[in-house]
């Protein structure tokens, strides 16, 4: 997969929902229950979502987060990246052994009731997601958990392991939980970077690295940043749908 520039309009970044594509200026139809619906969105000005990957997990309606996405997706009328949990959904979709925790279990049971054919448009959607993404004539970069420089614009399994889980060290926290090394730190690339996975109570700028995830699914705030504006919107999580005992120490 190679990166992608689009040749007009400007997107936004954020993990989706409905409230938050309102506030951004978005038009939005839908028709049909949840459960089966079908989504329309467009922006007057042309502007283009961005997903930051984790479309599943942590939340009452995945299903209906993915139809939403690979709509859009397939249209041409959005962009996004594949995070870890999107991953590990996809090889559980493929019948592979996956560790039933984090979120993924209420995802099992809600795609349960989804019919064989959602399943495998399922399963080709995530398979198809590049890794990471380079917008705007390369000054922009987007990945689910951000990219060093030194791996931007290749791909490799080394490239995809930080660019869905980040820095990470061998050794694991008191919470069991593989310990995060602040890449950012030491970042000094030319491009912005805009990235989630890091939830925290408030957005994270450094050296140009923007960490955007505000941990909606744990009660907090669901973010996204206007590109090239760097305009941040914010919509406050209508309740807490998954416990983390690092978002109850942050």
């Known amino acids: 997969m190679r990166p992608v520039r689009p040749d007009r309009g400007h997107p936004w970044l954020c993990r989706g929902n409905r409230d938050a594509a309102g506030k951004l200026g978005y038009r939005i139809e839908f028709q049909g229950p949840a459960g ?6 467009s922006h007057p000005q042309r502007r283009k979502p961005v997903f930051l990957g984790d479309l599943v997990d942590r939340g ?5 987060v993915m139809r939403l996405v690979m709509g859009m997706v397939k249209r041409g009328d959005a962009l996004a990246v594949v995070g870890n949990h999107d991953d590990k959904f996809r090889r559980w979709l493929d019948g592979k052994t996956v560790r039933m925790t984090h979120g993924i279990e209420e995802t099992a049971e809600q795609f349960e009731r989804e019919d064989a054919a959602f399943k495998a448009e399922c399963r080709a959607f995530i398979r198809g997601l590049p890794t990471h993404l380079i917008l705007d004539e390369g000054e922009l970069l987007v990945a689910h958990a ?38 950012a730190a030491e970042y000094s690339g030319k491009r912005t970077v805009v990235h989630g996975h890091v939830a925290e109570p408030d957005v994270r700028e450094l050296n140009n690295v923007y960490c955007i995830d505000t941990g909606c699914c ?25 416990h983390s005992p690092r978002w109850a120490q942050a």
Do not use: C
């Open 146 to 183: 951000g990219l060093a420089e030194k791996f931007q614009g290749r791909f490799s399994g080394e490239e995809r392991s930080f660019a869905m889980f980040g820095d990470v060290a061998k050794q694991r926290d008191q919470y069991g939980l593989p310990v995060r090394l602040n890449w």
């Open 60 to 64: 009452p309606r995945s299903p209906d």
């Open 218 to 242: 744990f009660g907090g705030h669901l973010t996204a940043m206007r590109w090239p504006e760097r305009d941040l919107v914010q919509v406050r999580a209508k309740e807490a749908y998954f």
């Open 36 to 41: 089966s619906r079908s989504y329309d969105i």
